[in-house]
């Protein structure tokens, strides 16, 4: 019988090996823990604030203020919930010290990461409500003019060094599935033919 088809299905298998175990060795041991993957941590270096753990109890607020330095930028912000449970539910509203609203969102995932253009110098003040029934905490990040953060731009930083792998091990997982694929419809021909040869004898 011929090869080929076990041989491309294992050639598949072998990438998707690799590529899990790129990803194994670039996030943490726990990171099947919902709480374990910390942003701020994972992501070292890419924002320019982020707050201290903020504790919300449940139909209360919690108060983060980021004073922008440059203007004419877009400006990346992120809420995470460091210790999510389903049904946590926020709502996350964003104004300037003059009251201007910079707009409300919703969260009711464990990470909520928006795009705010910014056209001056400005003070954002979040305020966030837990409108869950559950104390919750959880950290703001900021960053601004994210394309050109030195986090991206240094060869060296930490969240270079993270994506890059994480890069590779996604595009060798898309060739190994497919490559898996490949190999195992090849095979089921390949058999296929065996057999119709076998009843023509």
């Not at 210790?83 to 707009?103: A, T």
């Not at 394309?147 to 060798?172: H, M």
């Amino acid at each position: 019988m011929k090869k080929r088809g076990p041989i491309i299905g294992i050639s598949g298998l072998i990438l998707v090996v690799i590529s899990i175990s790129i990803m194994v060795s670039v996030f943490p041991a726990n990171i099947t823990d919902k709480n374990g993957l910390y942003i701020p941590s994972m992501f070292e270096g890419m924002f320019n604030q982020v707050s201290d753990k903020i504790t919300i109890f449940p139909g209360d607020s919690g108060y983060f203020s980021y004073g922008t330095r440059l203007s004419y930028i877009p400006l990346l912000w992120g809420v995470q919930i460091i210790d999510y449970q389903k049904g946590d539910n926020l709502s996350i509203s964003i104004s300037n010290i003059f009251g201007d609203n910079y707009g409300k969102f919703s969260q009711d995932n464990s990470i909520i990461f928006e795009m705010l253009d910014i056209t001056k110098s400005d003070t954002l003040n979040f305020e966030i409500q837990n409108h869950g029934s559950r104390t919750v905490n959880l950290v703001v990040m900021v960053s601004e003019d994210p394309d050109n953060s030195d986090a991206f731009t240094n060869p060296n930083s930490p969240l270079r060094n993270t994506i890059v792998p994480l890069v590779i091990s996604a595009i060798l997982l898309i060739f190994g599935i497919i490559i898996l694929i490949v190999g195992i419809i090849i095979y089921f021909i390949d058999w296929k033919n065996i057999q119709n040869n076998k009843k023509n004898y």
